[in-house]
């Protein structure tokens, strides 16, 4: 049997481990950890966060320049076409119930053939009111009409010789869909395409089993754009569905279908 008192005596006597508490040296304020001092990756740190900071607010005000160009550009074109609207409703009698098209002869000798360019020349204004199948055929230069008539728009609107400038228009999207981030997608692609329109709301609609896409002109007066919209998004010009709520904030609401 070992004696307790022998026992003892050995723990007592065996060597600790010597700890020290010196893992970082320490003088002043130096701390040797990785070759700063305390000092200075407080100032790295600070540094480091201003520089976010700044970085945040400057791309935050970029895009709001961006965002007030734009609206200022379209705010610009508006203002010259109600302009040349009046003008011309000076002289003659307008359809009511839409704004027009307007579209700027660019190539005159292309349009040899049509009578209702006989008298046109480069730098002419076509003023489209798809409702009325009418168009006036306006000279800026000499202040005058040059022709009216009846006219289809694949008449007036070849790409090559003639351009045309829709009134801005702003536009609601409601999601009848299942698709998760139809909305935005579709948003982008609408004023890629068309720069003239602005989508200024986007929303859930009350069904989400739509087939088509469903292009709703609410004031009755962007029957143009209404009709480029179903083109590009391949859905048709058509009346609120029952259930759905206009938008106050739009000219035209679309719902989107699959």
Request: hydrophobic share 40%; net charge positive.
């Amino acid at each position: 049997m070992f004696c307790l008192t022998s026992i003892l005596s050995v723990l007592h006597n065996a060597t600790m481990p010597h700890v020290t508490l010196n893992s970082f040296k320490r003088t002043g304020q130096q701390t040797d950890l990785l070759g700063f001092t305390t000092r200075s990756l407080v100032i790295l740190i600070a540094f480091g966060l201003l520089l976010v900071a700044a970085i945040g607010v400057a791309v935050y005000f970029y895009f709001q320049y961006q965002q007030t160009q734009t609206q200022l550009n379209k705010s610009t074109q508006g203002n010259v076409q109600a302009a040349l609207i009046s003008e011309v409703g000076k002289l003659i009698v307008l359809p009511t119930g839409e704004t027009p098209a307007i579209a700027t002869v660019s190539d005159v000798n292309k349009l040899k053939g049509q009578s209702f360019f006989v008298h046109a020349r480069n730098g002419d204004k076509v003023l489209i009111y798809s409702k009325a199948q009418e168009a006036i055929l306006y000279d800026p230069l000499a202040g005058k009409i040059i022709e009216v008539g009846p006219i289809s728009l694949t008449n007036i609107t070849p790409t090559s010789t003639v351009s045309v400038t829709p009134e801005p228009v702003d536009v609601a999207i409601y999601n009848g869909t299942t698709t998760i981030g139809y909305s935005a997608t579709t948003a982008q692609k609408i004023e890629k395409e068309m720069p003239n329109v602005t989508v200024v709301a986007k929303a859930d609609a009350q069904k989400s089993t739509y087939t088509t896409s469903i292009i709703v002109d609410q004031t009755g007066k962007n029957a143009t754009s209404a009709a480029a919209l179903a083109k590009l998004l391949k859905g048709k010009v058509g009346p609120l569905p029952a259930g759905e709520a206009k938008s106050s904030k739009a000219d035209i609401l679309i719902i989107l279908g699959k």
